[in-house]
């Protein structure tokens, strides 16, 4: 007979499809959204390799400290704490970064808020392009335009001082040392330089809305990243009047909103003194980014 702590080794121990099945198992009963797709990512995280390999290892063997580790996984995946936070990174952009719920996780369509001040040819007219992330959480808007305009002079803003050190950690993470991170309130936000751009992904759910959202969004990320207020607007009408203030003649506002804000947006942008105010959509067909010249 063998050892006790032989025979507890040879029970630990399982296949990688084994694992997979058993995975998506407890996330389908738990409710999570996609079983197969979360215990996928989970379980080729831990193998460190593409979650299309894990048909081709399906046959091999575990180690228990693999097990545990998946396990473990499933266990915060039951609570529905997102995939990104159970795994710690996030891409954007085409990069990896860190997350975790000291910030929102960052979306998709953020991505095109990126693209959208990247290709804005004007804006990178002068020699050292001033720019300011308001609200950055991860640091994903500031560094990837950091790693885009290696030449811009970015400033990072956010009122948690948790979120600054996770965007700083991103900055690090990718070599990017031309950032300055500030802890601040918008309203107390004070700079000399008049930007040549402002960038930000404010809250704007409202908060009925912020009642009604998945459990791993409301559970999870921080409110304060999401809730907009009662109509949406609360940190948008302060931001779109900060924004005025801190720009410079010609200076540009990209701010990403919800989808049926623009009206309200518009006006707020015309009655603040900006021009040329105009909407872009996402590549879903949702009005997703304003943006408007001082």
Same mark, same amino acid.
């Given at each position: 007979?063998?050892?006790?702590?032989?025979?507890?080794?040879?029970?630990?121990?399982?296949?990688?499809?084994?694992?997979?099945?058993?995975?998506?198992?407890?996330?389908?009963?738990?409710?999570?959204?996609?079983?197969?797709?979360?215990?996928?990512?989970?379980?080729?995280?831990?193998?460190?390799?593409?979650?299309?390999?894990?048909?081709?290892?399906?046959?091999?063997?575990?180690?228990?400290?693999?097990?545990?580790?998946?396990?473990?996984?499933?266990?915060?995946?039951?609570?529905?704490?997102?995939?990104?936070?159970?795994?710690?990174?996030?891409?954007?952009?085409?990069?990896?970064?860190?997350?975790?719920?000291?910030?929102?996780?960052?979306?998709?369509?953020?991505?095109?808020?990126?693209?959208?001040?990247?290709?804005?040819?004007?804006?990178?007219?002068?020699?050292?392009?001033?720019?300011?992330?308001?609200?950055?959480?991860?640091?994903?808007?500031?560094?990837?335009?950091?790693?885009?305009?290696?030449?811009?002079?970015?400033?990072?803003?956010?009122?948690?001082?948790?979120?600054?050190?996770?965007?700083?950690?991103?900055?690090?993470?990718?070599?990017?040392?031309?950032?300055?991170?500030?802890?601040?309130?918008?309203?107390?936000?004070?700079?000399?330089?008049?930007?040549?751009?402002?960038?930000?992904?404010?809250?704007? #759910? !409202? @908060?009925?809305?912020?009642?009604?959202?998945? *459990? &791993?969004?409301?559970?999870?990320?921080? %409110?304060? =990243?999401?809730?907009?207020?009662?109509?949406?607007?609360?940190?948008?009408?302060?931001?779109?009047?900060?924004?005025?203030?801190?720009?410079?003649?010609?200076?540009?506002?990209?701010?990403?909103?919800?989808?049926?804000?623009?009206?309200?947006?518009?006006?707020?942008? #015309? !009655? @603040?003194?900006?021009?040329?105010?105009?909407? *872009? &959509?996402?590549?879903?067909?949702?009005? %997703?980014? =304003?943006?408007?010249?001082?």
């Amino acid at each position: 007979m063998a050892p006790p702590c032989r025979r507890q080794k040879i029970m630990k121990a399982k296949f990688v499809k084994t694992i997979l099945d058993e995975s998506e198992n407890r996330l389908k009963f738990a409710g999570i959204e996609r079983p197969d797709l979360a215990a996928g990512m989970l379980c080729s995280s831990v193998l460190g390799c593409p979650r299309l390999e894990l048909a081709l290892r399906a046959r091999e063997m575990l180690s228990r400290a693999q097990v545990d580790k998946i396990m473990e996984g499933v266990s915060r995946l039951e609570k529905h704490e997102p995939i990104q936070y159970v795994l710690g990174t996030t891409e954007f952009m085409g990069h990896v970064f860190k997350c975790d719920p000291r910030a929102l996780i960052p979306r998709p369509e953020t991505e095109q808020l990126v693209e959208l001040v990247f290709s804005h040819k004007p804006l990178w007219q002068t020699k050292r392009t001033k720019i300011i992330d308001i609200g950055t959480g991860t640091g994903c808007i500031a560094v990837s335009l950091a790693l885009l305009r290696p030449k811009a002079m970015i400033w990072a803003i956010d009122i948690s001082p948790e979120a600054i050190e996770l965007a700083k950690e991103n900055a690090g993470l990718h070599g990017v040392n031309s950032i300055t991170f500030l802890t601040a309130d918008l309203n107390d936000l004070d700079l000399s330089l008049e930007m040549d751009a402002v960038v930000a992904n404010p809250p704007y #759910v !409202r @908060t009925a809305d912020y009642c009604r959202l998945e *459990k &791993h969004i409301r559970l999870w990320e921080p %409110r304060t =990243a999401l809730d907009g207020g009662g109509d949406g607007l609360e940190a948008i009408r302060p931001l779109i009047s900060k924004a005025f203030q801190m720009l410079g003649g010609n200076g540009r506002l990209f701010m990403e909103i919800g989808f049926d804000q623009w009206p309200e947006v518009e006006r707020l942008l #015309v !009655r @603040t003194g900006f021009r040329r105010c105009a909407l *872009k &959509h996402d590549y879903s067909g949702n009005a %997703r980014m =304003a943006i408007a010249e001082k």
